[in-house]
Protein backbone atom coordinates (compact mmCIF):
# COMPACT_ATOMS: atom_id res chain seq x y z
CA UNK A 1 0.00 0.00 0.00
CA UNK A 2 1.32 3.16 -1.27
CA UNK A 3 1.93 6.11 1.27
CA UNK A 4 -0.24 9.00 0.82
CA UNK A 5 0.82 12.56 1.86
CA UNK A 6 -0.34 14.00 4.30
CA UNK A 7 -2.86 16.25 3.66
CA UNK A 8 -4.75 18.96 5.69
CA UNK A 9 -8.11 19.74 6.58
CA UNK A 10 -10.06 21.07 3.90
CA UNK A 11 -11.35 25.01 3.32
CA UNK A 12 -14.68 23.71 4.44
CA UNK A 13 -13.44 21.86 7.37
CA UNK A 14 -11.80 24.86 8.64
CA UNK A 15 -15.09 27.27 7.64
CA UNK A 16 -17.06 24.64 9.81
CA UNK A 17 -15.04 24.56 12.67
CA UNK A 18 -14.91 28.59 12.63
CA UNK A 19 -19.43 27.95 12.65
CA UNK A 20 -18.69 26.33 15.61
CA UNK A 21 -16.91 28.75 17.48
CA UNK A 22 -19.07 31.16 15.95
CA UNK A 23 -22.37 29.93 17.13
CA UNK A 24 -21.02 30.62 20.95
CA UNK A 25 -20.63 33.86 20.54
CA UNK A 26 -24.08 34.04 18.50
CA UNK A 27 -25.56 32.31 21.72
CA UNK A 28 -23.90 34.75 24.04
CA UNK A 29 -25.19 37.65 21.83
CA UNK A 30 -28.56 36.42 21.47
CA UNK A 31 -28.61 35.82 25.39
CA UNK A 32 -27.72 39.55 26.32
CA UNK A 33 -30.14 40.98 23.10
CA UNK A 34 -32.83 38.80 25.22
CA UNK A 35 -31.40 40.48 28.29
CA UNK A 36 -31.94 43.81 26.44
CA UNK A 37 -35.32 43.83 25.36
CA UNK A 38 -37.25 42.48 28.19
CA UNK A 39 -37.90 45.46 30.08
CA UNK A 40 -36.95 45.53 33.76
CA UNK A 41 -39.44 44.23 36.33
CA UNK A 42 -41.40 42.29 32.99
CA UNK A 43 -38.85 38.91 32.87
CA UNK A 44 -41.14 36.98 34.46
CA UNK A 45 -41.63 35.29 31.67
CA UNK A 46 -37.89 34.65 31.37
CA UNK A 47 -35.99 35.95 34.23
CA UNK A 48 -32.73 37.71 34.41
CA UNK A 49 -31.15 34.82 36.10
CA UNK A 50 -32.12 32.01 32.86
CA UNK A 51 -30.57 35.29 30.69
CA UNK A 52 -27.32 34.57 32.57
CA UNK A 53 -26.65 31.43 32.67
CA UNK A 54 -27.64 30.89 28.77
CA UNK A 55 -24.70 33.26 28.36
CA UNK A 56 -22.67 31.77 30.38
CA UNK A 57 -23.37 28.67 28.28
CA UNK A 58 -22.53 30.55 25.24
CA UNK A 59 -19.34 31.64 26.12
CA UNK A 60 -18.33 27.76 27.35
CA UNK A 61 -19.17 26.81 24.34
CA UNK A 62 -17.29 29.08 22.72
CA UNK A 63 -14.32 27.90 24.71
CA UNK A 64 -14.84 24.20 23.93
CA UNK A 65 -14.65 24.93 20.32
CA UNK A 66 -11.32 26.98 20.46
CA UNK A 67 -10.20 23.97 22.33
CA UNK A 68 -11.36 21.94 19.50
CA UNK A 69 -9.93 23.65 16.60
CA UNK A 70 -6.29 23.84 19.17
CA UNK A 71 -6.83 19.67 19.01
CA UNK A 72 -7.51 19.71 15.33
CA UNK A 73 -4.56 21.65 14.76
CA UNK A 74 -2.77 19.41 16.23
CA UNK A 75 -3.98 16.63 14.86
CA UNK A 76 -3.41 17.79 11.37
CA UNK A 77 0.46 18.54 12.74
CA UNK A 78 0.89 14.72 13.25
CA UNK A 79 -1.07 13.67 10.02
CA UNK A 80 2.14 14.88 8.65
CA UNK A 81 4.50 13.10 10.76
CA UNK A 82 2.39 9.13 10.75
CA UNK A 83 -0.17 8.01 8.89
CA UNK A 84 -2.11 10.79 7.19
CA UNK A 85 -4.33 8.81 5.89
CA UNK A 86 -5.89 7.89 9.56
CA UNK A 87 -5.28 11.00 11.21
CA UNK A 88 -7.18 12.61 8.24
CA UNK A 89 -10.02 10.66 8.98
CA UNK A 90 -10.19 11.79 12.61
CA UNK A 91 -9.96 15.32 11.84
CA UNK A 92 -12.65 15.10 9.18
CA UNK A 93 -15.26 13.17 11.65
CA UNK A 94 -14.18 15.71 14.29
CA UNK A 95 -14.71 18.52 12.02
CA UNK A 96 -18.52 16.76 11.30
CA UNK A 97 -19.00 16.42 14.65
CA UNK A 98 -18.60 20.47 15.35
CA UNK A 99 -20.41 21.46 12.56
CA UNK A 100 -23.45 19.34 13.95
CA UNK A 101 -23.29 21.17 17.12
CA UNK A 102 -23.03 24.32 15.27
CA UNK A 103 -25.74 23.93 13.26
CA UNK A 104 -27.76 22.93 16.96
CA UNK A 105 -26.23 26.29 18.24
CA UNK A 106 -27.40 28.60 15.49
CA UNK A 107 -30.76 27.15 15.94
CA UNK A 108 -30.45 27.84 19.89
CA UNK A 109 -29.64 31.16 18.77
CA UNK A 110 -32.51 31.96 16.07
CA UNK A 111 -35.29 30.43 18.96
CA UNK A 112 -33.64 32.77 21.58
CA UNK A 113 -33.61 35.93 18.90
CA UNK A 114 -37.31 35.53 18.35
CA UNK A 115 -37.54 34.49 22.11
CA UNK A 116 -36.43 38.27 22.55
CA UNK A 117 -38.93 39.60 19.97
CA UNK A 118 -41.87 38.09 21.44
CA UNK A 119 -41.04 39.55 25.04
CA UNK A 120 -40.40 43.11 23.44
CA UNK A 121 -43.85 42.65 21.91
CA UNK A 122 -45.70 41.44 25.25
CA UNK A 123 -43.77 44.42 26.64
CA UNK A 124 -45.11 46.56 24.47
CA UNK A 125 -48.64 45.84 24.72
CA UNK A 126 -48.13 45.98 28.49
CA UNK A 127 -46.88 49.55 27.89
CA UNK A 128 -49.99 50.03 25.91
CA UNK A 129 -52.05 49.07 27.79
CA UNK A 130 -50.68 51.20 30.97
CA UNK A 131 -50.72 54.05 28.72
CA UNK A 132 -54.35 53.09 28.48
CA UNK A 133 -55.04 53.42 31.36
CA UNK A 134 -53.50 56.38 32.32
CA UNK A 135 -54.73 58.28 29.34
CA UNK A 136 -58.70 57.24 30.99
CA UNK A 137 -57.39 58.17 34.32
CA UNK A 138 -56.65 61.66 33.34
CA UNK A 139 -59.79 62.08 30.78
CA UNK A 140 -61.49 60.93 34.30
CA UNK A 141 -59.73 63.72 36.28
CA UNK A 142 -60.35 66.25 33.48
CA UNK A 143 -64.33 65.27 33.57
CA UNK A 144 -64.30 65.33 37.69
CA UNK A 145 -62.55 69.01 37.51
CA UNK A 146 -65.08 70.62 34.76
CA UNK A 147 -68.21 69.54 37.21
CA UNK A 148 -66.14 71.17 39.77
CA UNK A 149 -65.58 73.90 37.98
CA UNK A 150 -69.46 74.23 36.75
CA UNK A 151 -70.58 73.88 39.78
CA UNK A 152 -67.96 76.34 41.61
CA UNK A 153 -68.81 78.71 38.58
CA UNK A 154 -73.05 78.08 39.49
CA UNK A 155 -72.32 78.71 43.45
CA UNK A 156 -70.15 81.80 42.32
CA UNK A 157 -72.99 83.03 39.96
CA UNK A 158 -75.58 82.90 42.66
CA UNK A 159 -73.21 84.33 45.37
CA UNK A 160 -73.17 87.57 43.00
CA UNK A 161 -76.56 87.21 42.32
CA UNK A 162 -77.48 87.57 46.02
CA UNK A 163 -75.26 90.05 46.85
CA UNK A 164 -76.04 92.40 44.20
CA UNK A 165 -79.82 92.05 45.50
CA UNK A 166 -78.57 92.42 48.87
CA UNK A 167 -76.64 95.67 48.09
CA UNK A 168 -79.52 96.98 45.72
CA UNK A 169 -82.22 96.38 48.71
CA UNK A 170 -80.10 98.27 51.20
CA UNK A 171 -79.53 101.38 48.62
CA UNK A 172 -83.66 101.26 48.27
CA UNK A 173 -83.79 101.16 52.25
CA UNK A 174 -81.74 104.05 52.49
CA UNK A 175 -84.14 105.74 50.10
CA UNK A 176 -86.93 105.26 52.46
CA UNK A 177 -85.42 106.59 55.64
CA UNK A 178 -82.59 108.35 57.03
CA UNK A 179 -80.37 106.77 59.82
CA UNK A 180 -78.66 109.11 62.09
CA UNK A 181 -76.05 106.97 62.85
CA UNK A 182 -74.24 103.40 61.41
CA UNK A 183 -76.80 100.71 62.11
CA UNK A 184 -75.64 97.14 63.03
CA UNK A 185 -75.02 94.74 60.47
CA UNK A 186 -77.38 92.41 58.40
CA UNK A 187 -77.24 88.74 57.50
CA UNK A 188 -76.44 85.74 59.21
CA UNK A 189 -78.74 85.86 62.20
CA UNK A 190 -80.03 89.20 61.74
CA UNK A 191 -82.54 89.95 59.33
CA UNK A 192 -81.63 90.61 55.57
CA UNK A 193 -81.58 93.57 53.35
CA UNK A 194 -84.38 91.92 50.96
CA UNK A 195 -86.65 91.33 54.00
CA UNK A 196 -86.01 94.93 55.94
CA UNK A 197 -86.98 96.49 52.50
CA UNK A 198 -90.51 94.71 52.45
CA UNK A 199 -90.75 94.98 56.38
CA UNK A 200 -90.05 99.15 55.98
CA UNK A 201 -92.43 99.33 52.97
CA UNK A 202 -95.18 97.43 54.62
CA UNK A 203 -94.50 99.84 57.62
CA UNK A 204 -94.65 103.11 56.02
CA UNK A 205 -98.12 101.74 53.98
CA UNK A 206 -99.49 100.29 57.33
CA UNK A 207 -102.79 102.78 58.20
CA UNK A 208 -101.75 105.53 60.82
CA UNK A 209 -102.10 105.30 64.33
CA UNK A 210 -101.02 101.35 64.21
CA UNK A 211 -98.67 99.18 65.70
CA UNK A 212 -95.76 96.71 65.06
CA UNK A 213 -94.77 93.91 66.95
CA UNK A 214 -91.41 91.89 66.37
CA UNK A 215 -90.95 88.52 67.77
CA UNK A 216 -87.45 89.06 68.35
CA UNK A 217 -85.33 92.22 68.43
CA UNK A 218 -82.36 93.53 66.69
CA UNK A 219 -81.34 95.86 63.79
CA UNK A 220 -84.78 94.72 62.46
CA UNK A 221 -86.36 97.11 65.36
CA UNK A 222 -84.05 100.28 64.73
CA UNK A 223 -85.08 100.37 60.81
CA UNK A 224 -89.28 100.02 61.87
CA UNK A 225 -88.50 102.85 64.53
CA UNK A 226 -86.94 104.99 61.31
CA UNK A 227 -89.90 104.13 59.01
CA UNK A 228 -92.79 105.21 62.00
CA UNK A 229 -91.20 107.95 62.15
CA UNK A 230 -91.05 108.92 58.74
CA UNK A 231 -94.78 107.67 57.95
CA UNK A 232 -95.68 109.97 61.34
CA UNK A 233 -98.50 110.23 64.00
CA UNK A 234 -99.00 107.74 66.90
CA UNK A 235 -97.64 104.48 66.80
CA UNK A 236 -94.90 102.39 68.24
CA UNK A 237 -92.68 99.04 67.91
CA UNK A 238 -92.85 96.66 70.10
CA UNK A 239 -90.11 93.99 70.24
CA UNK A 240 -90.62 90.85 72.83
CA UNK A 241 -86.56 89.06 73.24
CA UNK A 242 -86.06 86.15 75.53
CA UNK A 243 -82.71 86.78 75.64
CA UNK A 244 -82.10 89.61 77.55
CA UNK A 245 -77.71 90.08 76.50
CA UNK A 246 -80.06 90.75 72.83
CA UNK A 247 -82.90 92.38 74.88
CA UNK A 248 -80.03 95.20 76.10
CA UNK A 249 -78.05 96.30 73.23
CA UNK A 250 -81.25 96.61 71.11
CA UNK A 251 -82.23 99.17 73.61
CA UNK A 252 -78.88 100.72 73.71
CA UNK A 253 -78.82 101.05 69.89
CA UNK A 254 -82.54 102.83 70.11
CA UNK A 255 -80.88 105.01 72.67
CA UNK A 256 -77.99 105.99 69.86
CA UNK A 257 -80.17 106.64 67.22
CA UNK A 258 -82.62 108.67 69.45
CA UNK A 259 -85.27 106.26 68.71
CA UNK A 260 -86.25 105.31 72.62
CA UNK A 261 -89.34 106.90 72.15
CA UNK A 262 -90.83 104.99 68.87
CA UNK A 263 -89.82 101.77 69.99
CA UNK A 264 -89.94 99.30 73.02
CA UNK A 265 -88.36 95.89 73.96
CA UNK A 266 -89.67 93.87 76.56
CA UNK A 267 -88.29 90.58 78.14
CA UNK A 268 -90.11 87.69 77.73
CA UNK A 269 -88.72 84.62 78.80
CA UNK A 270 -89.90 81.25 76.84
CA UNK A 271 -92.29 78.99 78.55
CA UNK A 272 -94.41 76.18 77.78
CA UNK A 273 -97.65 77.16 75.73
CA UNK A 274 -100.52 75.27 75.65
CA UNK A 275 -101.81 75.93 71.87
CA UNK A 276 -103.42 73.67 69.18
CA UNK A 277 -104.00 70.74 71.78
CA UNK A 278 -100.72 70.37 72.51
CA UNK A 279 -97.58 71.79 74.66
CA UNK A 280 -94.71 73.30 73.23
CA UNK A 281 -92.07 76.50 74.16
CA UNK A 282 -93.28 79.84 73.37
CA UNK A 283 -93.14 83.74 74.78
CA UNK A 284 -94.75 84.12 78.27
CA UNK A 285 -97.90 85.28 77.16
CA UNK A 286 -98.40 88.63 79.43
CA UNK A 287 -95.58 90.21 77.58
CA UNK A 288 -98.66 91.20 75.06
CA UNK A 289 -100.66 92.79 77.69
CA UNK A 290 -102.06 95.80 76.13
CA UNK A 291 -101.07 94.89 72.39
CA UNK A 292 -103.69 95.77 69.91
CA UNK A 293 -103.75 97.72 66.64
CA UNK A 294 -101.44 95.72 64.72
CA UNK A 295 -100.70 96.68 61.67
CA UNK A 296 -97.64 94.80 60.61
CA UNK A 297 -95.63 91.75 62.81
CA UNK A 298 -92.32 90.17 62.03
CA UNK A 299 -92.46 86.77 63.50
CA UNK A 300 -88.43 86.39 63.59
CA UNK A 301 -88.43 84.09 66.88
CA UNK A 302 -88.22 81.73 68.88
CA UNK A 303 -85.12 79.91 67.62
CA UNK A 304 -85.95 76.91 65.44
CA UNK A 305 -83.49 74.94 67.84
CA UNK A 306 -86.18 75.08 70.49
CA UNK A 307 -88.49 73.34 68.52
CA UNK A 308 -89.28 72.27 65.01
CA UNK A 309 -93.00 74.76 65.49
CA UNK A 310 -91.68 77.49 67.97
CA UNK A 311 -93.05 80.06 65.60
CA UNK A 312 -96.54 78.89 65.11
CA UNK A 313 -98.16 80.68 67.63
CA UNK A 314 -97.63 83.64 66.50
CA UNK A 315 -100.55 83.47 64.47
CA UNK A 316 -103.16 81.72 66.57
CA UNK A 317 -102.46 84.24 69.51
CA UNK A 318 -102.43 87.49 67.49
CA UNK A 319 -105.19 87.10 64.97
CA UNK A 320 -107.98 89.06 67.11
CA UNK A 321 -104.66 91.75 67.86
CA UNK A 322 -104.56 92.47 63.61
CA UNK A 323 -106.07 95.25 61.93
CA UNK A 324 -107.73 95.37 58.65
CA UNK A 325 -105.32 95.38 56.44
CA UNK A 326 -102.46 93.79 58.51
CA UNK A 327 -99.71 92.21 57.11
CA UNK A 328 -97.84 89.10 59.26
CA UNK A 329 -94.37 88.44 57.78
CA UNK A 330 -92.50 85.20 58.67
CA UNK A 331 -88.48 85.10 58.45
CA UNK A 332 -87.07 81.95 57.51
CA UNK A 333 -89.39 80.47 55.20
CA UNK A 334 -87.20 78.74 53.07
CA UNK A 335 -87.02 76.32 55.67
CA UNK A 336 -89.95 72.97 55.79
CA UNK A 337 -90.87 73.63 58.81
CA UNK A 338 -91.32 77.11 58.32
CA UNK A 339 -93.42 76.13 55.01
CA UNK A 340 -95.50 73.66 56.84
CA UNK A 341 -96.72 76.25 59.86
CA UNK A 342 -97.79 78.68 57.44
CA UNK A 343 -99.32 76.18 55.20
CA UNK A 344 -101.22 75.32 58.94
CA UNK A 345 -102.15 79.01 59.36
CA UNK A 346 -103.89 78.96 55.92
CA UNK A 347 -105.91 76.21 56.16
CA UNK A 348 -107.03 77.64 59.91
CA UNK A 349 -107.37 80.97 58.21
CA UNK A 350 -108.22 80.62 55.10
CA UNK A 351 -109.48 84.25 54.92
CA UNK A 352 -105.69 85.23 54.26
CA UNK A 353 -103.99 85.75 51.26
CA UNK A 354 -100.60 84.18 51.48
CA UNK A 355 -97.13 85.22 49.70
CA UNK A 356 -94.04 83.56 49.19
CA UNK A 357 -91.50 86.44 48.53
CA UNK A 358 -87.71 85.32 46.84
CA UNK A 359 -85.54 86.20 49.32
CA UNK A 360 -82.30 85.23 50.33
CA UNK A 361 -83.87 83.45 53.37
CA UNK A 362 -87.60 83.40 52.23
CA UNK A 363 -89.83 85.50 53.81
CA UNK A 364 -94.12 84.40 53.71
CA UNK A 365 -96.44 86.98 53.77
CA UNK A 366 -99.56 86.94 55.09
CA UNK A 367 -102.32 90.01 54.80
CA UNK A 368 -105.49 90.14 56.66
CA UNK A 369 -108.37 91.38 53.98
CA UNK A 370 -109.51 95.39 54.38
CA UNK A 371 -112.89 94.75 54.95
Known amino acids: MSERPPKGPSGGDLLA ?44 AGRRAETRV ?72 RRSLREVEER ?5 RAEAATSFAQTEALLNLLCLVSPRSALPATRGWAASPDLLLTYVSEVLAAPPGTDVLELGSGTSTLWAAYALEVRGGEGRVLALDHDERFLERTRAALERHGLA ?19 QPWYAVRALEGVSGLGV ?31 VLLDDAGRPEERELVDDWAREHP ?17 VPRT
Open 17 to 60: AARHAAAGGALVLAAEALGRRVPAGRGAALPLGVVGALAGAGVW
Open 70 to 141: RRLQREVARARREDAGAAQDRVLAALRGLDARAQRLERVGARLERAAEREGVRGERREDRQAKQAAKRLTDL
Open 152 to 156: LGDRV
Open 261 to 279: ARAEVRHAPIEDLEVAGGT
Open 297 to 327: VLVDGPIGSMHPRSRYPALPLLRDRLVPGAV
Open 351 to 367: ELSVEHLGHEKGTSLLR
